[in-house]
């Protein structure tokens, strides 16, 4: 079973959603940036890698949401929390065209990946708790 980390990108409020291009079955959906963890490497590890190289910008990791979603037989998805450490997500190397910060109203006005989807609704059902 190979490990995938999403993460959950906080920031004044809002989360950020990445928009995929490709593969033909995922663009144009949503989800949370991240990636396949390498061997030899801890999910925390390549969470931060996998940001640095898709959106260009520094996180920190905060937590883990609880359960993690089968994605296909061999694929599993965690999603982390994080908080943006430096600079700007921005879309690099094509593999998602677009980013969005939306507030917890706003979260099921995208079009999340299924394996996403649970996160996002525990995300906006956290969102939504006054601090």
Known sequence: MTLVVGVAILHAGRLLAARRSYPAEAAGRW???????????????????????????????????????????????????????????????????????LRFDELDHVDWLDADKPFAALLGNQLAEPD
């Open 31 to 101: 989800e949370f940036p991240g990636g396949k963890v390498h061997d030899g490497e801890t999910p925390e590890l390549a969470i931060v890698r996998e940001v640095a190289e898709e959106l260009g910008c520094a996180i920190a990791v905060t937590g883990w949401l609880p359960s993690e979603v089968s994605i296909r037989d061999d694929l599993v998805l965690r999603v982390a929390t994080a908080t943006l450490a430096d600079g700007e997500p921005i879309p690099r190397h094509g593999e998602h065209d677009a980013v969005r910060w």
